[in-house]
Structure formats: structure tokens, C-alpha cells
């Protein structure tokens, strides 16, 4: 079965789009013609330039409403949610007593050159997210926050060394695919050091999705809005899984 | 609108910030670091790189023995100037080469070394000050626009792109240009060299691109005939050093903490102390605004928690710059706009604190900077924050202040994001320009009380503070709930105590001519 949908304006099927962008020319009503014809080069019909104007020598900006005729399917769309365990604190700390019976190790890093600890920082800090505590609160779960810039190798030889169950890289910064870059480096050095298999591996930042994470070969990815509870459940649910079958 | 504080209770957080600060100073007296010393060599003319793109200021320094260093590595330059008749420039590239060391020159007697680096102390220090008389010429010939100042940042990683943006933006109502540092440079513990294109998250500071910059903004200036400002970050391991390039190069702010690199980017706390001591001297003398960090305080915890924090470290920054020579006119404190967006009567808590600083440092110009932890990519409402942001800083009558861009949460600023952001802040400023002068906060009202609950909170963190000594304070997790060790976090390996004959030229002249040098208003 398909179910296709368009966006909505304010009537079914009417494919409204909004879209804003500048180009690199003085204004004039050229530009505001250029600018129509290049978003009915995007595919887009019903092309109109509501705002044109200049905002700096050689810069213009534009605001147009367009429709587009393109549907998707949603029912063909594919984008698994690794937030399917809902637990509290208490129910996690519960099952890892009754599943693992030990506690869990977990370290984060902000890694590369990132400095923005603020995606580890509220997941992994006794203070939490949006009033969920954060994983050095759990019972059940023994935390190691590395803070910022930590090279993957660091992170790696730091895994080894404190047999660490679970890794959580965190990348804030996107500019030039640094993130994709960074997270890239330490798959290949935990695969490298014959790690890979043997930990829960996760990434989060405000970008990521978990579509993103498993293409680069990453258990889950976590993406903004994130609470602990969620991660904390996850790494769970998945050292429980790799218990059970023995790793 | 003027909110009713108790005067004796702000007296009383200045008298306990002058005790905080006091042993504080004692120590920075008695110490000094490789950031400094090499502050030193570059103020004196030296530059360029040696192998493997190591500054030559960084080859010498790190050429010294610990015995050496501990004199200050003025004298023994001086010596070598002495013997060889080289200048500064080629003796720092001589000793970069291997072709010679301090080490091997020990003849000249020490009156015979200060009298052979005197011209070239005397010629960096007039160069500063021309560069500062060329500032006050271009604001009195290329007037700003009043404050609130319009200040947006760059950060594509690549200068000429920066340059671009800049110029852009600048035209489109930015008064001031912030080019942000890649990511990391705080961590790096020397100046990287050259015109640079590559970054993450922002460009590298180095002289080269200060120099690239200037030249830019100095163009537009005088083409939109008002006077744009410049901005980087004198903070980090190479503060004092940043410091030196942007006096050489007329930059006219730093962005400059006493705590921030400790608490945020784990930084040794004696290293950033003694650093920032003479980054602020040279500031002083160089007319450069500084802008402090409080504004981290309250992107990494709670804003309405912190804002007592805030305050006492606006206190303790300001203690700190005045015993560094300092006036009020170049103390840009901080503070931010971050409270959570879903709380009840959150902006009447915003417009209390930025009111409470207004009032408390009447003559500095304080920053204020923009809300960021609570940006999403809901940038419509992004832009709605930012326009009460705007409200709430020309309503306050903030001096500096950094605008909002929808797309915080997103990516560094597109050219189009910052002419949408310096669009919301004009139209809001414009429109509610003589506000704050208009209305009379409620007596006993929420503002007000508000502001009384943050300054008495301040003065009992500050009694907090000077009963553990600040060094202990920071340990004990006191500011931002982070916990540093007095010897420990980066760059601690760097600092060094004075021997008797220690002896830095520029930090005599500085102290000396920074008493005397009254600046214009």
C-alpha cells in the first residue's frame, strides 16, 4: 500500500513550499527574475519572488513561494528510531542489575577539535537534560566524561584501557564534514584495535541521526532533544542483547 | 528606568573582589610564563617560523634553560643584540636557524644589554600608541553609530571568505566584526603563521590575517564613512601573544577573561592569571576594549541560577583589569541573554539583570550576548528570541552587543542569516530607542526585587570566594559547578617564577607610561 503525501499549504495536495536564499548580485529586477527562474529550475511551479532585496554590495536576498509536484510515499520510508525503550532511571538501573548484574561503563568524548562538550555534558552530567537525570546519576552506570578534543586514538587506548562497555562520541561542530570525518576515525580505529565488536558504539550531536550512525557504522545516533534516559536505555537493551548472545 | 539597589551592598562586592584579587596579583607578581616572554620577543620585533612551521618565538623560548628563563628572556636578547648588531628580526631568525644561541653570549654587562634593546622597546611602544592615535582619528573622522554597537561574528575558516562576509556585513549595519578562532586554537600553545584557509568552526588568529582584515574593514569604513570595529580572542595559552598582534595591528577589542580558559577550556589557573595580567596591561595601553566570558556561565548551567555568578565575575573582572591599568571605558563586561524561553516573566528577569549591570558599571561598555543554548532549528522562533534579546539590550542601554543569529543552533552564520539578524536588531532599537528612559520600573515589582535577590546573592558568593582565596574557590567548583586544580589543566608546565633580576622591559614601560598615559574620552 502507498500513501503518498505533498506538502500542505492550505489546501490538500497544493504543494507549498517557502524557501529563503541569497545570490551573489546587486538587486535589481533581474536578480528577483533570476531568482524566480532558478527555483523553477529546482522543479518548483507556481514560482513567486514575494521579497527581493539587496543586503550588502554584490548580495541580495530572497524570500519565494513555489509548489512543488513531487509526492513521497511514506509508507516506503525508512528511518528506524533507536528511542523505542522508554524506561526511567529506576527501571534502567533495575534491568541492569537483573540483566548484567554489574555496572555498565560508559565513556564520552567530544572528539577531533570539537570543543562543544555541550551535547556530552547533558547526557552524560549528574544535572541531566530537561529535568532527566543525567548517566553519572544512574546506580547502574559507572561514567567517564573525557571533555573536549579528545583524539580518537586517546579515546580508543582509553576504552582498552578501563574496559569500557560503552563509547559515546559526540560532534557539534559540522562545518566541511569534520563530524563525519571524526566519527569515520574512531569506527576504523576500534575495528583496527578489534574493539568494534566488543562495545555498544554511539555518536550524538545536534545533526546526527541514527539513519546517519549506522551508515557509518555506528550502533545508534542519537540527535537533538536527546534525554539521557534514552541513551541509558539503549546501551541497556543492547549490552543485555550482546550478553545474551554471548560476544 | 533606574532600579532602587543597595549601594552599600555594591560597595561591599567591590571591596571583597579587591580582597579576592589581591593575593591573586602577589602571585602574577612573582611569576611569569613562556606566553609572556615570547609576548616579549614579538613586541620587540621578532617573527616568522622556523622548522616545521614553529614560530620563532616559540624556538627561543623553548631554546632556554629553566635557570635561564627564570631571569626573563629580555636581558640575554639584549646581550646578543649587543654583540652581534643584529637586528631583533635577524637575530630571532639566526637563533631559529642554529646559527647561534642566547646561551653563548655572556659579555655584555646588563646596563650595556637594556641600553641595546632600549630604541627597539621605545619603537614598539610608539607604534602601539600611533596605532592607537590612528583609532581615535578614524572614530573622530568616521563616527559610530550610537550603542547599542551592532557586533556579528565570521567564522567560515577561511580569511578570504571572512573577508567577504565581513565587508557584507559591515554594510548591511555591523559595527563591529568578530572573527571567530578555530576550533582549538585556545589549546594550541603558539600563534599559528600566515594568511590561513583552512578551520573548523572558525579561523585561525594569526597576525597575517589580522593584518588582511584590518585593511578590509578599514576600506568599508571609509567607504560607508563610519568607523568599523575589529575583534578577536585574547584568550587561551597565547593570550599575552594575541594581545601583542592585535596592539601591532589595531584591533580595537579582545574578547578576554580572567577565569573563562580555566573553567571552560581547562587551562592552568596560575598560567591564565599571570597571562592575562600582562594581556591587560598592553590592552590598557593599546586603547583595546576587552570583552569578558560571563556569558559561558549561563550556557553551561542554569541562567537563572547563575546570574549571581555573573555578577561576581563582572566584580572580579573588573578588580582584575583595573590593577592590570585598565579604565572603566575599556572593560566590556558580560552577560547573555539564555534564559530558558518557557519560563514565566523570563524577560522581566533579563531586563533586571542587564539593568543591575547597566547601573552597577555605569561606565563600562558592557557586552551582551545573544541567546544560544535555547536556539533550535525552529529558527522562526530563533528570530522572535532574538528580537526580545534586542529589546531588552537597547532598552538597558548595553554598549557592545552581539546579534542573534536564527540559525544558532544550525550552522556558523550564512551571509544572508547575519543581514536577517542586523535587520531585527535595527528595526527593534530603532523603534524602542528611548524606551528604557521612558518607563519607571514598578517599586518592589518583580524586576526590581529581582535585581536586589542577584546582587545580594552575588556579595554572599563573593564572601564565599575571599574566604577560600579565588585559587581554592575554582577548585571547590564555586563558579560554573567546575572543579580545576591550582596546578593542574594545560599550560601549567609554562609558568615560572621570577629570580630576582627578572626583568621584562615592556611590562616596566607599561606599568610606567599606563599611570601617565590618560586616555582621551
Known sequence: MSRPVKPYGDTMNDGKVQLSFALPLDWSEAADEAARQLVAKMGFTDVQVVEGRPIARGFSTFVVYASTPQTIDVDAVKAPSVKTHAMSMEEIDAYVREHLGRKIRIAGACIGTDAHTVGIDAILNMKGFKGNYGLERYQMFETFNLGSQVAAEDFVRFAKEHAVDALLASQVVTQKGSDIKNFTALVELLEAEGLRDRVVLICGGPRVTNLMASELGYDAGFGRGTVPSEVAAFVATSLAGMNARGR | ?521
Open chain 2, 1 to 521: 528606568m533606574e532600579l532602587r539597589i543597595d549601594r552599600t551592598l555594591v560597595e561591599r562586592c567591590r571591596a571583597l573582589a579587591a580582597a579576592i584579587t589581591a593575593p591573586v596579583s602577589d602571585f602574577i607578581a612573582a611569576h611569569s610564563t613562556v606566553a609572556v616572554e615570547r609576548s616579549a620577543l614579538r613586541l620587540l620585533g621578532v617573527d616568522g617560523v622556523g622548522t616545521n612551521e614553529v614560530p620563532v618565538p616559540n624556538l627561543i623560548i623553548d631554546s632556554l634553560t629553566p635557570e635561564h628563563r627564570a631571569h626573563g628572556v629580555a636581558l640575554s636578547f639584549g646581550r646578543a643584540l649587543a654583540e652581534t648588531g643584529l637586528d631583533p628580526l635577524a637575530l630571532g631568525e639566526a637563533i631559529a636557524a642554529g646559527t647561534l644561541t642566547l646561551s653563548q653570549f655572556a659579555q655584555t654587562p646588563d646596563e650595556a644589554a637594556r641600553g641595546a634593546l632600549r630604541p627597539f622597546v621605545e619603537a614598539a611602544l610608539a607604534r602601539v600608541r600611533a596605532h592607537r592615535a590612528e583609532r581615535e582619528q578614524r572614530l573622530a573622522e568616521l563616527p559610530q553609530l550610537p550603542p547599542p554597537l551592532l557586533y556579528v561574528i565570521v567564522a567560515s575558516g577561511n580569511i578570504y571568505e571572512d573577508r567577504t562576509a565581513a565587508v557584507a556585513a559591515a554594510e548591511a549595519g555591523a559595527q563591529i566584526i568578530a572573527v571567530i578562532r578555530s576550533t582549538g586554537q585556545s589549546l594550541l600553545d603558539f600563534v599559528p603563521y600566515g594568511p590561513t584557509t583552512e578551520g573548523f568552526g572558525g579561523t585561525y588568529a594569526t597576525q597575517e590575517n589580522f593584518r588582511i582584515m584590518r585593511s578590509a574593514l578599514d576600506e568599508v569604513s571609509e567607504r560607508l564613512g563610519r568607523y568599523v570595529m575589529l575583534t578577536n580572542y585574547a584568550s587561551g595559552l597565547c593570550m599575552p601573544e594575541i594581545a601583542t598582534m592585535a596592539a601591532i595591528e589595531r584591533l580595537d577589542m579582545l574578547l578576554n577573561d580572567s577565569m573563562y580558559g580555566i573553567l571552560f577550556r581547562d587551562i592552568n589557573m596560575k598560567r591564565t592569571f599571570v597571562d592575562q595580567h600582562f594581556s591587560r596591561m598592553l590592552n590598557a595601553y593599546s586603547g583595546i576594549i576587552i570583552n569578558t566570558g560571563e556569558d559561558n556561565y549561563l550556557t553551561t548551567a542554569d541562567a537563572v541560577e547563575q546570574a549571581p555568578a555573573v555578577l561576581a565575575s563582572q566584580f572580579i573582572n573588573e578588580e582584575f583589569a583595573h590593577s592590570a591599568g585598565m579604565p572603566d571605558r575599556q572593560i566590556g563586561l558580560g552577560d547573555a541573554y539564555e534564559i530558558n524561553p518557557d519560563l514565566e516573566d523570563g524577560f522581566l528577569y533579563q531586563v533586571a539583570q542587564a539593568q543591575l549591570a547597566r547601573q552597577i558599571f555605569p561606565n563600562a561598555p558592557l557586552k551582551y550576548m545573544p541567546p544560544t543554548k535555547h536556539m533550535t532549528g525552529d529558527i522562526f522562533k530563533g528570530h522572535l528570541i532574538d528580537a526580545m534579546f534586542n529589546l531588552t539590550s537597547v532598552m538597558t542601554h548595553q554598549t557592545i552587543h552581539l546579534c542573534g543569529m536564527l540559525t544558532e543552533a544550525i550552522h556558523t552564520p550564512f551571509l544572508a542569516d547575519r543581514a536577517l539578524a542586523l535587520e531585527n536588531a535595527r528595526y527593534v532599537m530603532n523603534t524602542a530607542r528611548h524606551f528604557g528612559d521612558e518607563i519607571v520600573a514598578k517599586p518592589n515589582g518583580v524586576i526590581e526585587r529581582r535585581a536586589q535577590a542577584v546582587l545580594a546573592d552575588c556579595s554572599a558568593l563573593l564572601e564565599r570566594v575571599a574566604d577560600l582565596g579565588l585559587m581554592h574557590a575554582i577548585e571547590a567548583a564555586v563558579f560554573a559547578d567546575v572543579s580545576r586544580a591550582p596546578d593542574g589543566g594545560r599550560g601549567f608546565d609554562g609558568v615560572f617564577a621570577r629570580a630576582d633580576d627578572y626583568w621584562n622591559p615592556f611590562e616596566s614601560a607599561l606599568r610606567q607610561q599606563g599611570d601617565a598615559y590618560v586616555p582621551a574620552r
